[in-house]
């Protein structure tokens, strides 16, 4: 069978040729997600072979069969976007089908998760089975991925397959790894703390938009009442103003509400020589 030859082509629908033979030349490409995939210990780069974009590093481990549910391994960056693909995914045992709970493109109703892949894909929105692929088995850029279950829901990664590197798979040695149930263990963890974390963070700002509606409310009422006196009205505007939320800060365009341009009734200094001697002023 003859080699694939290298392709210099970048963006555009790459993904169709996620079914040729990967290349065996490789380049400096976009930075691998994984912790110490750089070319260099501070290198922005990884080798990546140039018919997929697959990091180098990536498809030997996933050739030795090694996968990893350890979000720690990733670059601190992705850690939370790791975490935010899991949280769509209904991880379950080793020998169930994880369905995906997230995006469903209405249009052509496939699965999808947004994720900007400079270098990688021109696309921002991906199959969750390449991201689950991406995640576990390496960031093998554009490598076609094929399920053992046919379920295209699925984003087990032991049902995963990524196609045309050689992967070893082993499903006996996976199901008995104690390292791989530790690590999916702790993986379902950090998954609900992110949930928690989410969550909590929703309602604070809905906390915090209740609060400013309700101040915003009281300040109104005690402004226009005319029983307010006049350094109740002064603190208030002072307060607004320290806190930066007086109108003339949160609303610096609103000209009706206080810009009215100011009208200078004052002479500048250069235009004295535009007085008649009479004092009569001359027109502009
Ligand atoms: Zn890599
Ligand atoms: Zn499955």
Redesign the pocket.
């Known amino acids: 069978m003859a080699e694939a030859k290298p392709s210099k082509k970048r963006g555009g629908h790459t993904y169709g040729r996620r079914n040729s033979q990967m290349s065996n030349t490789a380049e400096e490409g976009e930075l691998?997600?994984?912790v110490g995939?750089g070319i260099g210990r501070f290198s922005e780069k990884?080798m990546r072979y140039d018919s997929h974009q697959a990091?180098?590093?990536?498809v030997a481990s996933a050739r030795e069969g090694r996968l990893s549910f350890d979000v720690n391994r990733l670059l601190k960056k992705w850690r939370k976007k790791a975490l935010e693909f899991w949280s769509n995914v209904e991880i379950g045992a080793p020998d169930e089908c994880w369905n995906w709970n997230g995006k469903i493109n209405p249009r052509t109703d496939q699965p999808q998760f947004p994720w900007r892949r400079a270098g990688i894909a021109s696309s921002t929105q991906h199959h969750p089975q390449r991201v689950a692929m991406w995640l576990t088995w390496?960031?093998l850029g554009f490598s076609g991925v094929k399920t053992t279950c046919g379920n295209r829901y699925c984003c087990n990664p032991f049902h995963l397959i990524p196609q045309k590197i050689g992967v070893f798979v082993d499903h006996d040695s996976y199901h008995d790894s104690f390292e791989l149930a530790c690590e999916l263990h702790t993986l379902k963890q950090q998954v609900i703390d992110y949930q928690m974390d989410i969550a909590i963070e929703k309602a604070e700002e809905g906390k915090r938009i209740a609060d400013a509606e309700a101040r915003s409310e009281a300040r109104h009422r005690m402004m226009f009442d005319v029983d307010t006196d006049y350094h109740a009205r002064f603190e208030a505007v002072l307060t607004d103003m320290i806190d930066g939320r007086h109108i003339t800060q949160t609303e610096p365009d609103d000209s009706a509400m206080y810009t009215q341009s100011p009208i200078d009734n004052d002479q500048d200094e250069d235009c004295d020589d535009d007085t008649d001697l009479d004092g009569k002023p001359t027109d502009f």
């Not at 990091?55 to 990536?58: E, H, K, P, Y």
């Open positions: 691998c997600l994984f995939h990884s990091c180098t590093r990536c390496g960031d």
